[in-house]
């Protein structure tokens, strides 16, 4: 059976790093490509990046790139989000997903997410 | 791509059809397209991708339709459980993105 759960989240102050992490089980984590979006208060999904099988390549979303860093530990069976210069704005519930593949498709499984707050 | 979503709530009863539209800023080829179901406190449910083929173990109530840069996910008979919020999300171009969401509530 799929799983995933996300952890590390918490209350971080602005301009403070995190990292989340997204412990699978239930599949080959070296066979899929890996994403992170986060549901900010108040809106909608947003995707935040995707990471590869192999971890070879990254995509991130425009609003993100520079202070947010995907990797992956697959003899660990773990994802990271690393979070840098962190911001009020991104407050919200981050969710890892498993992609259909091994590069980037569409998410099919996802974990129950970790809530990060931005506050002073 | 920007992905506009309408109408941003729906109001219906149980038993009505829905219907939400999906328009993107671009071609979004080749359709690829899914749409997620969530519920308040839970993650994204997968529905529907490449635009009209459903997930496994989804119900055939779901169907999704369009092409090139406008989608449609429909709903008929709704049930009590389906009163969420849908998104639809190309996989298309990077960077990936979804769209605002709409509310189908009662």
Known sequence: QVHLVESGGGVVQPGGSLRLSCAVSGFTLSGYGMHWVRLAPGKGLEWLAVISHNGANEFYADSVKGRLTVSRDNSKNTVFLHMNTVRPEDTGVYYCARDVGSAWNYPDYWGQGTLVTVSS | IVLTQSPGTLSLSPGERATLSCRASQNIGPNLLAWYQQRPGQPPRLLIYEAFTRATGISD????????????????????????????????ATPFTFGPGTKVDI
Do not use: K, N, V, W
Request: hydrophobic share 20%.
């Open chain 2, 61 to 92: 109530r779901f169907s999704g339709s369009g092409s090139g840069t406008d989608f449609t996910l429909s709903i008929s008979r709704l049930e009590p459980e389906d009163f969420a919020t849908y998104y639809c999300h190309q996989y298309g």
